[in-house]
């Protein structure tokens, strides 16, 4: 850890969920009711539903990288429900369900006569994202980096749901306010990570913006995959935020500069290098 030198950077890249937003809660628990519905055994396993869902989110982000991510969600929801009842895919239907996703805004399933009760809760699925959980250290230490660093995100997640989730970390403890100096989305780059072209766009903005080279951008996020494997095939700086998530980072292995347990840890050891 002493090698280290927090220091030297001058602009963090921050992935989002899984990183400042208990993405891996969020889900589970708006996957529990679809679970309980279908009396799936994977109601009973945190670890397995997730996996389960993962799987499917992988294979839509691959197979349709300018979906907007609550529109993938919906459609994700819907094709897992499908393969652990042993339904055939009806893409008709799927489509149907990410018209209506995208039209809508909120946490709750719009009210629509020509949706079913199923459709209803797809879309629900897919608006549920400002709903998931802030990790209790996130917004303390977001405010201490903010005095050291530029703050920006790079994230799969579209704009219009992350507006949401940005309101809640930079307002929500008035003695801890911060802003994000810069958001680049998937939306906006037109694919999803670990696709390295994220982190192009990211790196050329954030030169064009505040005119940091890549040698002074640091990479801090929770998933290996998702981050430190781009972030490694770029020649950037990481730092792994090792949160136990229990279905990132199976079997993917990445090099990073630093691991800390907490992005509040990571905070503790920029005040103690810069002194504050």
């Not at 730092?239 to 229990?246: I, K, S």
């Amino acid at each position: 850890m002493s090698e280290f030198k927090a220091t030297q950077y001058k602009v963090l890249i921050f992935d989002v969920y899984a990183t400042l937003i208990d993405w891996e809660t969020g889900l589970w628990e708006n996957l529990k009711p679809l679970l309980e519905r279908i009396h799936s055994p994977l109601a009973n396993s945190k670890n397995e539903a997730l996996s389960a869902f993962f799987s499917v989110e992988s294979d839509l982000q691959a197979r349709y990288p300018t979906m907007l991510y609550r529109d993938l969600l919906a459609r994700a929801h819907a094709e897992l429900a499908r393969r652990l009842k042993g339904e055939p895919t009806h893409p008709e239907t799927l489509d149907t369900i990410n018209a209506a996703s995208g039209s809508t805004t909120g946490t709750s399933a719009p009210t629509n006569p020509s949706l079913d009760v199923e459709e209803q809760e797809h879309i629900a699925f897919g608006q549920a994202i400002p709903s998931w959980p802030v990790f209790p250290d996130t917004i303390p230490a977001l405010h201490t980096l903010s005095t050291h660093y530029k703050l920006t995100v790079l994230s799969n997640v579209d704009k219009t749901s992350f507006s949401s989730t940005r309101h809640i970390l930079e307002t929500s403890l008035p003695s801890h306010q911060f802003k994000f100096d810069a958001i680049y989305t998937a939306e906006e780059i037109g694919s999803y990570k670990p696709n390295v072209a994220n982190f192009e766009y990211a790196l050329r903005r954030i030169k064009e913006e505040f005119g940091v080279e890549r040698e002074e951008v640091l990479v801090v996020a929770a998933s290996l995959a998702h981050d430190h494997v781009p972030a490694n095939e770029l020649g950037l700086g990481s730092v792994f935020v090792d949160r136990g998530a229990v279905s990132l980072n199976k079997d993917v292995s990445a090099r990073y500069d630093a691991k800390f347990g907490s992005l509040g840890e990571f905070a503790d050891e920029v005040r103690r290098q810069a002194g504050s």
